[in-house]
T-cell receptor, first 115, second 115 residues
Framework: GNSVTQMEGPVTLSEEAFLTINCTYTATGYPSLFWYVQYPGEGLQLLLK?????DKGSNKGFEATYRKETTSFHLEKGSVQVSDSAVYFCALSIAGGTSYGKLTFGQGTILTVHP | DAGVTQSPTHLIKTRGQQVTLRCSPK?????VSWYQQALGQGPQFIFQ???????QRGNFPDRFSGHQFPNYSSELNVNALLLGDSALYLC??????????????FGDGTRLSIL
């Protein structure tokens, strides 16, 4: 089956520090990969996506590269801000077939950024 | 442009009761998916509706049922509530069920507490 594994959390950083959140996946097909962010008391917001190998998704200073050879989609940001404090979810979806449109999520990584 | 809206925002029920949660998709979207997010976990896929039919279903018992209306809005019904049904229930909408992985847009969720 399909699964997503995120790095153990939570992650605590000082403002302007470099961020990496690791994500690896197992998929029976050829997945699209996503990062979603969830702020306290809110639903999930799409942060970025990549639909094929070597694609780089980017948004709001965050980046992630689809690495098929290592089945990974690590999230990075060069300089985090206090406002980036949230829970980050890595997810995959398989195009076509019976699993289409179903998002499979990792367990989430809590990020706290201190001033 | 209204995003995905869910109602109610919070709900308290007792064991054995039944509950109905509602979702209006983002304007222009025709597909609705429901997810259950237990505290501290990633969302788990419940089912997906398109053209008023259940298209996919996750690993949830028959106590969980749904409906989609001609205006694309949707309901999630849960019968015989258990303590373990306490969670945040998220609705997500997207466009179509074609081969392209259209990103899903999430509402803020309904927090269901079972006493």
């Amino acid at each position: 089956g399909n699964s997503v594994t995120q790095m153990e959390g939570p992650v605590t950083l000082s403002e302007e520090a470099f961020l990496t959140i690791n994500c690896t996946y197992t998929a029976t097909g050829y997945p699209s990969l996503f990062w979603y962010v969830q702020y306290p008391g809110e639903g999930l917001q799409l942060l970025l996506k990549a639909t094929k190998a070597d694609d780089k998704g980017s948004n709001k200073g965050f980046e992630a590269t689809y690495r098929k050879e290592t089945t990974s989609f690590h999230l990075e940001k060069g300089s985090v801000q206090v406002s980036d404090s949230a829970v980050y979810f890595c997810a995959l979806s398989i195009a076509g077939g019976t699993s289409y449109g179903k998002l499979t999520f990792g367990q989430g990584t809590i990020l706290t950024v201190h001033p | 442009d209204a995003g995905v809206t869910q109602s109610p925002t919070h709900l308290i029920k007792t064991r054995g009761q039944q509950v109905t949660l509602r979702c209006s998709p983002k304007s222009g979207h025709d597909t609705v998916s429901w997810y259950q997010q237990a505290l501290g976990q990633g969302p788990q896929f419940i089912f997906q509706y398109y053209e008023e039919e259940e298209r996919q279903r996750g690993n949830f018992p028959d106590r969980f049922s749904g409906h989609q209306f001609p205006n694309y809005s949707s309901e999630l019904n849960v019968n015989a509530l258990l303590l373990g049904d306490s969670a945040l229930y998220l609705c997500a909408s997207s466009l179509g069920v074609g081969l392209e992985n259209q990103p899903q847009h999430f509402g803020d969720g309904t927090r269901l507490s079972i006493l």
